[in-house]
């Protein structure tokens, strides 16, 4: 981008690469166009003749917008996206070109499922996957520099049937909390009330390096992380960074970014720097929760596409440096109906506030239940490394609720129910303007806080598709209202009003969920010691806490909320584990590498220089002789040390060809990880002794530098 180039205005160009309503309403008639609608919601099925007609319209418009080819879009369980591309244009009958996009193309596709994970399920000749269109979910084109791709939001199944794919248990999550929402608000007398959507919205952390620096280590463009690195004298110890001034060369990225997203209908609202030296946050604005996760899968692509055309290597991962922030995706989680009330917002309605106690409470009973469910939603590899410090949360699953709450909750005897009156703040300046405050402050040290009409689910990692922590707490929430619901029945059942009786259940579900309730500092040991005396502390280790999928309480509820049928979950267990292995085995290999190709090599080049400086002395009196042999007996004790880590580096990898697949997990976290670590402090204390024209990689105070 050009200083002072025109571009059009985002208005201009807002979701005009986007099959949305509008462009349905005005490309379908009417009667079209109110079916589809009634599909959309729910109504009805899509019928054939439904399909072609709408098939049709989207051939046409997207041809019209410059596309070539069309696609089926899907979530594999990889955490990425996949797609197939078709073209429009075929050759008909007697060789003339024809647009050809069918109903049937636009409901069913086939690609081949056989090289996708499926967690033991197929072998390699059972190829047949299908994927199918989710019209909830609108369709977009992403542009290329001589055409364009027609992008079908859709789920992805094995030939047997079985979800391969992330969106498919998440819309089944979401069908389970709108249909227990909408029973326990018409229990309420919210008869009006016609759907109930989740809300979400994933702030996106992420680090921006200088890409010709970042490309020259291999564990950079491998890992996504640095496997070695000493620390820089200024990395983020005067907290400069945050929300600064973003950096010329990254506001012209983020402007790029911007302007892409818009076309595709994505609404970055918020962009800042983070804390960390070169990190970065972009959130959006909330949207309906299934939208919301092909909008972040959009907005990690895009970013991608993006960083390289302007020199800039992107990195999502968790930890890329030891010792700085590492970067997380909070997920800002809320319902609301289709009259645009959020049930977690507070009023002074006491009618309403009953409900929203309600609706609160069934998170604090779901996440006190099923806590160890959260915890392995975001058990990965990457987020090993983040949690537990340096503002991210630790993996230990609590709620934060805020002293207005925690106090309202202990006074619900009172009759009249209503939200303390908010003090205004005034800072004393004339000049400016009082300010109103929150109900209550942000604990960032909570894994789950509520935030003041919303709970923000900070555990999840940054490279993480937001499909699964969403898919895990819309289910834990689901089976918290249905245990609400439970309750305000049982108390009805003799003639009383729901809403006189509700304020006793949701007693109750709070006496019951106390124990995940904590408004202190989650980083303080003492809290770890009160965790684990609360039962909160059951998986150490990250293979641990993947182990939590299978636990049998865990895949009942998930079984009978609908979201994982059958095998699904074990076969989403399989998957993740391969995952953390193959990740950790990469590393292992990586580092291998650098030992052998940089770190020892520069070693030896230090100490033949250094030998023939000393023995340039020769003669001349010098007294001080002994501090220089020294560095150069440290100089070989490092390379001496570093030559038998890599050695047993490099047995552990053999090890694990003959080791089952458990097995593997705990042997990488138990002993490879330990020694990577102590590897790490080997290298970064010989990376302060060594010159900097000898050391073979960038050295953290060069990539932690964008340059303008």
């Given at each position: 981008?050009?200083?002072?180039?025109?571009?059009?205005?985002?208005?201009?160009?807002?979701?005009?690469?986007?099959?949305?309503?509008?462009?349905?309403?005005?490309?379908?008639?009417?009667?079209?166009?109110?079916?589809?609608?009634?599909?959309?919601?729910?109504?009805?099925?899509?019928?054939?003749?439904?399909?072609?007609?709408?098939?049709?319209?989207?051939?046409?418009?997207?041809?019209?917008?410059?596309?070539?080819?069309?696609?089926?879009?899907?979530?594999?369980?990889?955490?990425?996206?996949?797609?197939?591309?078709?073209?429009?244009?075929?050759?008909?009958?007697?060789?003339?070109?024809?647009?050809?996009?069918?109903?049937?193309?636009?409901?069913?596709?086939?690609?081949?499922?056989?090289?996708?994970?499926?967690?033991?399920?197929?072998?390699?000749?059972?190829?047949?996957?299908?994927?199918?269109?989710?019209?909830?979910?609108?369709?977009?084109?992403?542009?290329?520099?001589?055409?364009?791709?027609?992008?079908?939001?859709?789920?992805?199944?094995?030939?047997?049937?079985?979800?391969?794919?992330?969106?498919?248990?998440?819309?089944?999550?979401?069908?389970?909390?709108?249909?227990?929402?909408?029973?326990l608000l018409k229990l309420f007398g919210q008869r009006g009330v016609r759907n109930v959507r989740l809300t979400v919205g994933p702030e996106q952390e992420f680090f921006l390096l200088d890409r010709p620096r970042a490309q020259q280590r291999p564990d950079i463009r491998y890992c996504?992380?640095?496997?070695?690195?000493?620390?820089?004298?200024?990395?983020?110890?005067?907290?400069?960074?945050?929300?600064?001034?973003?950096?010329?060369?990254?506001?012209?990225?983020?402007?790029?970014?911007?302007?892409?997203?818009?076309?595709?209908?994505?609404?970055?609202?918020?962009?800042?720097?983070?804390?960390?030296?070169?990190?970065?946050?972009?959130?959006?604005?909330?949207?309906?929760?299934?939208?919301?996760?092909?909008?972040?899968?959009?907005?990690?692509?895009?970013?991608?596409?993006?960083?390289?055309?302007?020199?800039?290597?992107?990195?999502?991962?968790?930890?890329?440096?030891?010792?700085?922030?590492?970067?997380?995706?909070?997920?800002?989680?809320?319902?609301?109906?289709?009259?645009?009330?959020?049930?977690?917002?507070?009023?002074?309605?006491?009618?309403?506030?009953?409900?929203?106690?309600?609706?609160?409470?069934?998170?604090?009973?779901?996440?006190?239940?099923?806590?160890?469910?959260?915890?392995?939603?975001?058990?990965?590899?990457?987020?090993?490394?983040?949690?537990?410090?340096?503002?991210?949360?630790?993996?230990?699953?609590?709620?934060?609720?805020?002293?207005?709450?925690?106090?309202?909750?202990?006074?619900?005897?009172?009759?009249?129910?209503?939200?303390?009156?908010?003090?205004?703040?005034?800072?004393?300046?004339?000049?400016?303007?009082?300010?109103?405050?929150?109900?209550?402050?942000?604990?960032?040290?909570?894994?789950i806080a509520f935030t003041g009409d919303k709970f923000e689910f900070r555990a999840p990692g940054s490279s993480q598709s937001i499909a699964l922590p969403v898919t895990i707490f819309a289910s834990v929430w689901a089976w918290g209202l249905e245990q609400l619901t439970a309750m305000?029945?049982?108390?009805?059942?003799?003639?009383?009003?729901?809403?006189?009786?509700?304020?006793?259940?949701?007693?109750?579900?709070?006496?019951?969920?106390?124990?995940?309730?904590?408004?202190?500092?989650?980083?303080?040991?003492?809290?770890?010691?009160?965790?684990?005396?609360?039962?909160?502390?059951?998986?150490?280790?990250?293979?641990?806490?993947?182990?939590?999928?299978?636990?049998p309480k865990n895949k009942e509820m998930l079984e009978k909320m609908g979201v994982f049928k059958g095998n699904e979950l074990d076969v989403l267990h399989e998957i993740r584990m391969d995952s953390f292995e193959r990740a950790l085995e990469i590393e292992i290999s990586i580092l291998?590498?650098?030992?052998?190709?940089?770190?020892?090599?520069?070693?030896?080049?230090?100490?033949?220089?250094?030998?023939?400086?000393?023995?340039?002395?020769?003669?001349?009196?010098?007294?001080?002789?002994?501090?220089?042999?020294?560095?150069?007996?440290?100089?070989?004790?490092?390379?001496?040390?570093?030559?038998?880590?890599?050695?047993?580096?490099?047995?552990?990898?053999?090890?694990?060809?003959?080791?089952?697949?458990?097995?593997?997990?705990?042997?990488?976290?138990?002993?490879?990880?330990?020694?990577?670590?102590?590897?790490?402090?080997?290298?970064?204390?010989?990376?302060?002794?060594?010159?900097?024209?000898?050391?073979?990689?960038?050295?953290?105070?060069?990539?932690?530098?964008?340059?303008?």
């Amino acid at each position: 981008m050009t200083l002072g180039q025109e571009y059009p205005k985002v208005r201009e160009i807002f979701g005009s690469m986007v099959f949305d309503r509008r462009v349905m309403k005005e490309r379908l008639n009417s009667d079209t166009y109110e079916r589809l609608i009634t599909a959309l919601e729910g109504g009805h099925k899509l019928d054939a003749s439904l399909a072609d007609t709408v098939a049709m319209a989207m051939r046409d418009w997207a041809i019209g917008k410059g596309a070539t080819h069309w696609a089926h879009w899907f979530h594999p369980l990889t955490e990425l996206t996949a797609e197939k591309h078709l073209a429009f244009t075929l050759p008909s009958s007697d060789g003339s070109p024809i647009d050809i996009f069918r109903g049937k193309d636009l409901i069913q596709g086939e690609p081949d499922a056989s090289s996708f994970p499926s967690g033991g399920t197929r072998s390699t000749f059972e190829a047949r996957g299908y994927s199918a269109w989710d019209p909830s979910s609108p369709a977009f084109i992403v542009k290329s520099a001589k055409g364009g791709t027609l992008c079908i939001p859709s789920v992805f199944l094995s030939y047997d049937g079985t979800p391969l794919d992330q969106k498919t248990p998440l819309l089944r999550a979401l069908a389970a909390i709108e249909e227990r929402s909408l029973k326990l608000l018409k229990l309420f007398g919210q008869r009006g009330v016609r759907n109930v959507r989740l809300t979400v919205g994933p702030e996106q952390e992420f680090f921006l390096l200088d890409r010709p620096r970042a490309q020259q280590r291999p564990d950079i463009r491998y890992c996504g992380r640095t496997l070695i690195g000493a620390q820089p004298a200024k990395d983020q110890k005067l907290d400069h960074h945050y929300m600064g001034a973003i950096p010329t060369r990254v506001l012209s990225y983020m402007d790029d970014v911007g302007r892409e997203l818009a076309l595709l209908g994505v609404p970055i609202m918020t962009r800042h720097n983070e804390v960390a030296r070169c990190q970065f946050e972009f959130a959006p604005l909330f949207s309906e929760a299934n939208m919301a996760c092909d909008h972040n899968q959009i907005v990690m692509e895009t970013m991608r596409k993006l960083a390289r055309s302007h020199d800039l290597r992107l990195l999502f991962h968790e930890k890329p440096f030891a010792g700085m922030n590492g970067s997380g995706k909070h997920i800002n989680i809320s319902l609301m109906d289709n009259e645009g009330r959020n049930l977690l917002k507070a009023t002074n309605n006491h009618r309403r506030n009953v409900i929203f106690l309600t609706f609160l409470s069934a998170v604090v009973l779901g996440v006190a239940e099923y806590h160890s469910l959260l915890q392995a939603s975001v058990a990965t590899a990457g987020n090993m490394f983040r949690l537990g410090g340096h503002e991210a949360p630790p993996s230990i699953m609590s709620v934060y609720l805020g002293q207005t709450l925690t106090e309202l909750l202990s006074q619900l005897d009172k009759a009249d129910l209503k939200m303390p009156d908010k003090e205004q703040l005034d800072i004393g300046l004339t000049k400016l303007p009082t300010l109103t405050p929150y109900d209550c402050d942000r604990n960032r040290t909570s894994p789950i806080a509520f935030t003041g009409d919303k709970f923000e689910f900070r555990a999840p990692g940054s490279s993480q598709s937001i499909a699964l922590p969403v898919t895990i707490f819309a289910s834990v929430w689901a089976w918290g209202l249905e245990q609400l619901t439970a309750m305000i029945e049982t108390r009805t059942a003799k003639g009383a009003e729901p809403i006189d009786v509700a304020l006793d259940a949701v007693k109750e579900a709070i006496k019951r969920g106390s124990h995940i309730l904590f408004e202190g500092d989650a980083y303080s040991s003492e809290w770890h010691q009160e965790a684990r005396r609360r039962g909160l502390i059951e998986a150490e280790t990250t293979p641990e806490k993947i182990d939590l999928l299978l636990r049998p309480k865990n895949k009942e509820m998930l079984e009978k909320m609908g979201v994982f049928k059958g095998n699904e979950l074990d076969v989403l267990h399989e998957i993740r584990m391969d995952s953390f292995e193959r990740a950790l085995e990469i590393e292992i290999s990586i580092l291998y590498d650098m030992l052998w190709e940089g770190i020892l090599p520069a070693i030896s080049k230090q100490l033949i220089l250094e030998k023939k400086s000393f023995s340039a002395l020769d003669g001349i009196d010098f007294p001080e002789g002994a501090p220089w042999k020294q560095y150069i007996r440290d100089l070989g004790c490092f390379k001496a040390g570093l030559i038998v880590d890599a050695q047993k580096l490099w047995a552990l990898k053999e090890k694990l060809g003959d080791l089952s697949a458990r097995e593997r997990a705990d042997l990488l976290v138990k002993e490879a990880v330990p020694l990577m670590e102590s590897i790490r402090g080997a290298c970064d204390a010989a990376e302060l002794l060594i010159s900097a024209e000898l050391w073979p990689y960038p050295i953290y105070r060069n990539l932690l530098s964008l340059s303008v």
